[in-house]
Protein backbone atom coordinates (compact mmCIF):
# COMPACT_ATOMS: atom_id res chain seq x y z
CA UNK A 1 0.00 0.00 0.00
CA UNK A 2 1.09 3.86 -1.10
CA UNK A 3 0.92 6.07 2.16
CA UNK A 4 0.62 9.43 0.80
CA UNK A 5 0.89 12.82 3.18
CA UNK A 6 -1.33 15.61 3.14
CA UNK A 7 -0.14 18.44 4.81
CA UNK A 8 -0.28 22.53 4.69
CA UNK A 9 -0.68 24.90 7.30
CA UNK A 10 -2.75 26.30 9.74
CA UNK A 11 -5.74 27.44 7.90
CA UNK A 12 -4.84 26.59 4.38
CA UNK A 13 -7.39 24.60 4.30
CA UNK A 14 -5.92 21.25 5.14
CA UNK A 15 -9.16 20.34 6.88
CA UNK A 16 -10.96 20.79 3.63
CA UNK A 17 -8.91 19.51 1.23
CA UNK A 18 -8.99 16.24 3.53
CA UNK A 19 -12.92 16.19 3.31
CA UNK A 20 -12.78 16.40 -0.66
CA UNK A 21 -10.77 13.65 -0.96
CA UNK A 22 -12.78 11.31 1.40
CA UNK A 23 -15.83 12.39 -0.93
CA UNK A 24 -14.00 10.98 -4.08
CA UNK A 25 -13.52 7.44 -2.05
CA UNK A 26 -10.24 8.20 -0.69
CA UNK A 27 -8.53 6.30 2.58
CA UNK A 28 -7.12 9.17 5.28
CA UNK A 29 -5.93 9.06 8.51
CA UNK A 30 -5.66 12.04 10.79
CA UNK A 31 -3.02 12.18 12.71
CA UNK A 32 -4.59 14.18 15.27
CA UNK A 33 -7.50 11.88 15.86
CA UNK A 34 -5.25 8.84 16.17
CA UNK A 35 -2.63 11.61 18.81
CA UNK A 36 -6.32 11.97 20.94
CA UNK A 37 -6.94 8.13 20.70
CA UNK A 38 -3.99 6.98 21.95
CA UNK A 39 -4.20 9.30 25.66
CA UNK A 40 -8.24 8.05 25.45
CA UNK A 41 -9.34 7.07 29.10
CA UNK A 42 -8.04 3.41 30.42
CA UNK A 43 -5.10 3.88 27.68
CA UNK A 44 -1.43 3.26 28.48
CA UNK A 45 -0.35 6.62 27.03
CA UNK A 46 -2.54 8.44 29.24
CA UNK A 47 -1.47 6.95 32.33
CA UNK A 48 2.08 7.44 30.95
CA UNK A 49 1.17 11.29 30.40
CA UNK A 50 -0.45 11.80 33.65
CA UNK A 51 3.09 10.04 35.59
CA UNK A 52 5.51 11.88 33.75
CA UNK A 53 2.92 15.05 33.99
CA UNK A 54 1.43 14.85 37.69
CA UNK A 55 -1.71 16.97 37.60
CA UNK A 56 -3.21 16.98 33.81
CA UNK A 57 -6.02 14.78 34.13
CA UNK A 58 -9.58 16.49 34.54
CA UNK A 59 -11.94 15.71 37.43
CA UNK A 60 -13.65 13.58 34.75
CA UNK A 61 -10.25 11.64 34.57
CA UNK A 62 -9.55 12.84 31.07
CA UNK A 63 -6.38 14.77 29.99
CA UNK A 64 -7.05 18.31 30.30
CA UNK A 65 -5.10 19.74 27.34
CA UNK A 66 -5.41 23.25 28.64
CA UNK A 67 -3.27 22.70 31.91
CA UNK A 68 -0.83 20.20 29.98
CA UNK A 69 -0.42 22.61 27.12
CA UNK A 70 0.80 25.03 29.66
CA UNK A 71 3.32 22.96 31.00
CA UNK A 72 5.20 21.85 27.71
CA UNK A 73 4.68 25.65 26.61
CA UNK A 74 7.57 27.65 25.66
CA UNK A 75 9.61 24.24 27.17
CA UNK A 76 11.31 22.54 24.82
CA UNK A 77 12.31 20.16 27.28
CA UNK A 78 8.83 19.44 28.14
CA UNK A 79 7.91 19.47 24.98
CA UNK A 80 10.45 16.50 23.82
CA UNK A 81 9.28 14.21 26.85
CA UNK A 82 6.36 14.49 25.78
CA UNK A 83 6.26 13.83 22.63
CA UNK A 84 8.83 11.11 23.04
CA UNK A 85 5.67 9.37 25.38
CA UNK A 86 3.27 10.22 22.85
CA UNK A 87 4.91 9.73 19.17
CA UNK A 88 5.58 5.68 19.53
CA UNK A 89 1.95 5.48 20.44
CA UNK A 90 1.00 7.59 17.39
CA UNK A 91 3.18 5.80 15.19
CA UNK A 92 1.65 2.09 16.29
CA UNK A 93 -1.86 3.08 16.00
CA UNK A 94 -0.92 4.48 12.80
CA UNK A 95 0.45 1.22 11.41
CA UNK A 96 -2.39 -0.90 12.68
CA UNK A 97 -5.04 1.28 11.36
CA UNK A 98 -2.93 0.97 7.77
CA UNK A 99 -2.40 -2.33 8.37
CA UNK A 100 -6.41 -2.99 8.72
CA UNK A 101 -6.93 -1.24 5.76
CA UNK A 102 -4.95 -2.81 3.54
CA UNK A 103 -5.77 -6.39 4.89
CA UNK A 104 -9.04 -5.16 3.50
CA UNK A 105 -7.62 -4.17 0.04
CA UNK A 106 -7.15 -0.75 0.40
CA UNK A 107 -3.91 0.20 -1.93
CA UNK A 108 -3.48 3.97 -1.02
CA UNK A 109 -3.77 5.67 1.75
CA UNK A 110 -4.02 9.52 2.82
CA UNK A 111 -2.55 10.76 5.86
CA UNK A 112 -3.05 14.03 7.01
CA UNK A 113 -0.45 15.65 9.57
CA UNK A 114 -0.39 19.12 10.67
CA UNK A 115 3.37 19.17 11.27
CA UNK A 116 4.85 16.22 8.34
CA UNK A 117 7.56 18.83 7.11
CA UNK A 118 8.44 19.86 10.31
CA UNK A 119 8.46 16.28 11.71
CA UNK A 120 10.48 14.96 9.08
CA UNK A 121 7.78 12.20 8.67
CA UNK A 122 7.39 13.75 4.66
CA UNK A 123 10.44 11.74 4.54
CA UNK A 124 9.21 8.16 4.85
CA UNK A 125 5.74 9.25 2.56
CA UNK A 126 5.40 7.93 -1.14
CA UNK A 127 4.88 11.51 -1.74
CA UNK A 128 3.31 14.28 -0.22
CA UNK A 129 0.72 16.79 -1.08
CA UNK A 130 0.46 20.10 0.39
CA UNK A 131 -1.98 22.76 0.35
CA UNK A 132 -0.91 26.09 0.30
CA UNK A 133 -2.50 29.62 -0.21
CA UNK A 134 -0.11 32.73 0.07
CA UNK A 135 0.71 34.40 3.43
CA UNK A 136 -2.10 37.14 3.73
CA UNK A 137 -4.83 34.65 2.72
CA UNK A 138 -3.80 32.12 5.42
CA UNK A 139 -3.80 34.80 7.95
CA UNK A 140 -7.21 36.22 6.74
CA UNK A 141 -8.72 32.88 6.81
CA UNK A 142 -7.25 32.44 10.39
CA UNK A 143 -8.72 35.48 11.48
CA UNK A 144 -11.89 34.76 10.68
CA UNK A 145 -12.11 31.37 11.63
CA UNK A 146 -10.46 31.23 14.88
CA UNK A 147 -11.51 34.85 15.69
CA UNK A 148 -8.14 35.82 16.15
CA UNK A 149 -6.48 39.58 16.02
CA UNK A 150 -3.75 40.22 13.16
CA UNK A 151 -0.80 39.73 16.13
CA UNK A 152 -2.26 36.65 17.03
CA UNK A 153 -3.02 34.97 13.78
CA UNK A 154 0.85 36.12 13.02
CA UNK A 155 2.22 33.88 15.78
CA UNK A 156 1.06 31.19 15.18
CA UNK A 157 2.28 31.09 11.81
CA UNK A 158 5.51 32.03 12.92
CA UNK A 159 5.54 28.57 14.96
CA UNK A 160 5.02 26.59 11.76
CA UNK A 161 7.58 26.14 8.84
CA UNK A 162 6.22 28.70 6.41
CA UNK A 163 4.10 27.20 3.22
CA UNK A 164 6.37 28.61 0.77
CA UNK A 165 9.17 26.90 2.44
CA UNK A 166 7.17 23.89 2.53
CA UNK A 167 6.72 23.69 -1.38
CA UNK A 168 10.29 22.04 -1.68
CA UNK A 169 9.01 18.86 -0.25
CA UNK A 170 5.86 18.59 -2.12
CA UNK A 171 4.92 16.66 -4.86
CA UNK A 172 1.55 18.34 -5.61
CA UNK A 173 0.25 21.40 -4.91
CA UNK A 174 -3.11 22.48 -3.68
CA UNK A 175 -3.59 26.13 -4.63
CA UNK A 176 -6.71 26.67 -1.99
CA UNK A 177 -6.59 30.45 -2.46
CA UNK A 178 -9.18 30.55 -4.95
CA UNK A 179 -12.91 29.40 -4.50
CA UNK A 180 -13.92 25.79 -3.26
CA UNK A 181 -14.87 24.66 -6.64
CA UNK A 182 -11.34 25.35 -7.95
CA UNK A 183 -10.05 23.56 -4.99
CA UNK A 184 -11.95 20.60 -5.62
CA UNK A 185 -10.43 20.08 -9.34
CA UNK A 186 -7.39 20.23 -8.22
CA UNK A 187 -8.18 17.77 -5.88
CA UNK A 188 -9.62 15.23 -8.29
CA UNK A 189 -6.94 15.94 -10.09
CA UNK A 190 -4.57 15.00 -7.36
CA UNK A 191 -6.67 11.95 -6.57
CA UNK A 192 -6.64 10.43 -10.75
CA UNK A 193 -2.92 11.02 -10.57
CA UNK A 194 -2.24 8.92 -7.15
CA UNK A 195 -4.78 6.31 -8.37
CA UNK A 196 -2.80 6.17 -11.45
CA UNK A 197 0.58 4.86 -9.67
CA UNK A 198 -0.50 2.30 -7.72
P1 LIG B 1 -6.71 23.97 8.09
O1 LIG B 1 -7.34 22.62 8.31
O2 LIG B 1 -5.56 23.93 7.13
O3 LIG B 1 -6.35 24.70 9.36
P2 LIG B 1 -9.37 24.78 7.18
O4 LIG B 1 -9.72 23.74 6.18
O5 LIG B 1 -10.04 24.74 8.52
O6 LIG B 1 -7.79 24.90 7.35
O7 LIG B 1 -9.65 26.20 6.47
C1 LIG B 1 -9.37 27.42 7.19
C2 LIG B 1 -10.58 28.37 7.06
O8 LIG B 1 -10.67 28.83 5.72
C3 LIG B 1 -11.91 27.70 7.39
O9 LIG B 1 -12.74 28.65 8.00
C4 LIG B 1 -12.43 27.32 6.00
O10 LIG B 1 -13.85 27.26 5.98
C5 LIG B 1 -11.92 28.44 5.13
N1 LIG B 1 -11.60 28.03 3.75
C6 LIG B 1 -10.93 26.93 3.37
N2 LIG B 1 -10.79 26.89 2.03
C7 LIG B 1 -11.39 28.00 1.56
C8 LIG B 1 -11.58 28.55 0.23
N3 LIG B 1 -11.09 27.94 -0.86
N4 LIG B 1 -12.25 29.71 0.12
C9 LIG B 1 -12.71 30.34 1.22
N5 LIG B 1 -12.57 29.89 2.48
C10 LIG B 1 -11.92 28.74 2.66
Not at 58 to 84: H, K, M, Q, S
Not at 122 to 135: C, D, I, Q, S, Y
Not at 145 to 167: C, F, I, M, N, Y
Amino acid sequence: MKVYGLTGGIGSGKSTASRMFRELGAEVLDADVIAREVVEPGTPGLAAVAERFPGVLGPDGRLDRTRLGARIFGDPAERAALNGLLHPRIRERFLEQAQALADAGVTRLLYDVPLLIESGLHETMAGVVLVWVPRDVQRERLMHRDGLDAAAAEARLAAQLPLDAKRAHAHWVVDNSGGLESTRAQVRDVWNQLRARD
